[in-house]
């Protein structure tokens, strides 16, 4: 979809709203696995090659059968490109495993495909997180799981553990994304209600080998947070669990049956998630193919190649949506700005959810940025761009919003009331009717959230 983004003289011809549209979406070509996988993974008739950078390779060679699974948004581009690869390979491939969101739902031949809810798990998912335990329930220890793993897995395979129903899990998840709670505390709770996270998935297929490919959508690239880390080792703990649903003041509204497991946890250590020094590991290796770092890094060299003042301005950007764009327009406002430039940011922040509107965090984040510019530096011009690289951001059709400095003027001629649809969480609703919402459909991707502000 990305593919007639040209970069001769677009820049100047251009509106710049539709121009940070086009730098967005070169960022995501980049890390598009159609576009990528075939630099990590090569096959020849009898081996299978994985490259984990210029000198570092990792060969398997004697292996009798092939098991490939695709778990996240990308899935759909992910096992495209595996049947490419293994076109002209002698190497015995099983039908594979397909689980990915409704939204990018494709039928693959060569694969059971599975279409299930993101982000709020569903029976659909569990249906399918059932069938890839007994696919992999019996195999050998010359057999190769190829596992191709990307953001949103930990919600589209939800398979919990005996003691408690989907529909437990399924409310503390809720809970959860509701409570302001990041990404990483979220993934740790999620783990330990699972039969498949947190390196269960490798006690599954032990004694094969685990050759998986991960496309981070988490912040800091930690294999043990992306998908709640399905395929490495789990350093958090029962002790911990118990910690984050105390913090966020969430224990007494999760269901008992949660909270009990939660308790028998602290007490059998045979409960916990596998750690660092299990066996399983030894016969499991993980290549990191994308992430949101080399997504802002190549916007940044288009911006470059096409004499386009820019800077990586911030990474990793995580936090509340409110105290983020508070402190990011008091830096902006410090910065002595000699020339136009826009300023590449990426990350992902948390909403804490009390009303019952609809839109996402970064809906949210462009409008607060808008009211933060008002209050702190109200002189300055600029647009902004925050959109999810997944294409979706929260249970909306839309990647983000696209603002500017007349956005504010635009929403009061409107006559509407945005600190009140703010605190419903309605975000969505305004940015409709001022038509600044980014609206891209999947990407068959997902690094988490970019950023780009146009200052003058």
């Not at 060299?301 to 936090?319: A, V």
């Amino acid at each position: 979809m990305f593919k007639n983004v040209q970069k001769k003289s677009w820049f100047s011809k251009k509106e710049k709203s539709e121009q940070l549209l086009d730098l967005f979406k070169i960022g995501v070509f980049s890390v598009q696995p159609k576009n990528i996988l075939d630099s990590f993974l090569e096959v020849s008739k009898k081996q299978i090659i994985i490259k984990k950078g210029i000198s570092q390779k990792k060969i398997y060679s004697n292996v009798e059968k092939i098991f490939p699974i695709c778990i996240g948004k990308a899935s759909i581009d992910m096992a495209n490109k595996v049947k490419e690869i293994f076109k002209t390979s002698d190497l015995k491939i099983e039908k594979g495993v397909v689980i990915v969101n409704k939204e990018n739902f494709k039928k693959i031949s060569g694969f059971k495909c599975f279409s299930s809810n993101h982000p709020i798990p569903d029976k659909y998912g569990f249906e399918a997180a059932n069938y890839l335990k007994n696919y992999l329930s019996n195999l050998n220890a010359n057999d190769l799981v190829l596992v191709f793993i990307s953001g949103g897995g930990s919600a589209l395979a939800p398979l919990p553990v005996d003691q408690i129903s989907l529909r437990d899990k399924v409310l503390v998840n809720k809970i959860l994304l509701e409570c302001g709670a990041n990404i990483k505390e979220i993934n740790s709770v999620r783990k330990h209600l699972s039969k498949i996270k947190g390196g269960n998935l490798c006690k599954i297929c032990f004694p094969a080998s685990i050759q998986s490919f991960i496309l981070s959508d988490v912040i800091g690239d930690d294999f043990s947070s992306i998908a709640s880390g399905m395929t490495t080792y789990d350093e958090s703990t029962f002790n911990d669990v118990h910690k984050i649903l105390k913090k966020y003041k969430v224990w007494k509204k999760i269901p008992i049956k949660v909270q009990n497991f939660i308790k028998l946890g602290l007490r059998d250590r045979y409960l916990e998630t596998p750690k660092k020094n299990d066996v399983i590991f030894k016969k499991t290796n993980n290549v990191l193919i994308g992430s949101n770092n080399l997504c802002l890094e190549s916007i940044q060299k288009f911006c470059k190649s096409s004499k386009i003042s820019s800077k990586i301005w911030i990474r990793n950007i995580e936090g509340d949506v409110k105290k983020v764009t508070k402190d990011l327009v008091s830096k902006i406002k410090n910065l002595k700005i000699k020339q136009p430039i826009i300023l590449i940011s990426g990350g992902e922040t948390t909403v804490k959810v009390l009303g019952n509107g609809r839109g996402g965090r970064n809906q949210e984040f462009g409008l607060y940025f808008c009211k933060q510019m008002k209050i702190q530096n109200p002189n300055q011009k600029f647009y902004i761009l925050s959109a999810g690289t997944d294409g979706r951001d929260g249970p909306t059709d839309s990647a983000g919003a696209i603002l500017n400095h007349l956005s504010l003027s635009n929403i009061s001629e409107k006559k509407i009331n945005l600190t009140k649809e703010l605190k419903n969480n309605n975000s969505y609703e305004v940015l409709k009717k001022i038509k600044s919402l980014v609206i891209i459909k999947g990407t068959n991707t997902n690094v988490a959230d970019v950023q780009l502000i146009y200052l003058t």
